[in-house]
């Protein structure tokens, strides 16, 4: 069984609230997971000291394994020349000197890949092509009983209520790629809700179940949107041989503690120490 506490837009800055952040800070500690996804919009406005907020923040989580990705708002908006010539400066000096990484543990495997496109796009972002086969090729490594895991800022499927915005361009075409190359499970933010969906609802296939698509609400600051407006949130997931769950967590305002709600079971498409996996065979 493979854990994983999935947390999102901490947007340290302006909108950063401290008792959600103790909150995560002790959840965290409780719940001993194997691994920490952090799926973008660290901070709020890209700045300097709410880099160095969002970086004191990461050390205060457990010893384990932390898989971050940029998103939208950790590169510059107001700072044009700066978002055009140098947008992940300060990201890279502070958090991460990787954009696209890749996160190896015991029996998983995590590729994170930056979909934050400060030349193309102010709130949405971008995958390329480049960034597909990386994916493909880290995949492909690993022992073929692996959980293979992706972490993207952006979302590939709308909201219920509209309230996240746009998916990502050519969202179809990259969860078909991720199909492909066998990955069990995509964790993503930016919508400001828990928003779990799979790739089913893209890829219409009845033979056999989607890669779940797992987008986390906003866990440290007050820009929870729809049924989370007001509240914070994060996601406790179990990746197990059979089925994948989901189990949100709630923090109303100004208390202590996340609560969990029900849980979302999903069933996984690959189970148990499988000698040829999807992602071996598809070029």
């Known amino acids: 069984m493979l854990t994983v506490l999935h947390a999102s837009d901490l947007q340290c800055g302006r ?8 909150a995560l800070v002790l959840l965290a500690q409780q719940a001993a997971p194997d691994v920490i996804v952090l799926s973008g919009d660290l901070t709020q406005r890209a ?5 160095q907020a969002a970086r004191a923040l990461i050390e205060r989580l457990p010893s384990v394994p932390v898989v971050v990705t940029p998103g939208n708002h950790d590169v510059p908006l107001y700072r044009v020349w700066e978002r055009l010539v140098t947008p992940f400066r300060n990201w890279q000096r502070i958090i991460s000197r990787d954009l696209d990484s890749v996160t190896s543990l015991p029996g998983s495997t995590f590729v994170a890949l930056n979909s934050a496109a400060p030349r ?3 709130v949405n972002g971008r995958l390329d092509q480049h960034q597909i086969k990386f994916a493909q090729r880290e995949f492909k490594k690993a022992p073929s009983s692996n959980v293979r895991a992706l972490v993207v800022h952006h979302h590939f499927v709308p909201t219920t209520d509209g309230s996240g915005g746009s998916p990502l361009p050519g969202a179809k075409a990259h969860v078909r790629a991720f199909e492909s190359m066998g990955a069990d499970l995509v964790l993503g933010g930016h919508v ?3 928003h779990v969906t799979t790739s089913r609802d893209l890829l219409p296939v009845l033979t056999e179940p989607g890669v779940p698509l797992i987008n986390c609400g906003t866990t440290t600051s007050m820009r929870g949107r729809g049924p989370e407006e007001g509240f914070n949130s994060l996601n406790i997931v179990r990746v197990g041989s059979g089925e994948i769950e989901v189990l949100p967590h709630i923090l109303e305002p100004n208390t202590s503690r996340f ?3 029900a849980s979302i079971i999903l069933p996984r498409r690959f189970t148990g120490d499988q000698s040829v996996r999807t992602s071996d065979v598809a070029q």
Do not use: C, V
């Open 47 to 51: 700045k300097d000291r709410e880099f």
């Open 192 to 194: 400001h809700q828990t």
């Open 259 to 261: 609560e969990p709600t």
């Open 15 to 22: 909108p950063f609230l401290s008792y959600a952040a103790e």
């Open 120 to 122: 193309r796009a102010i």
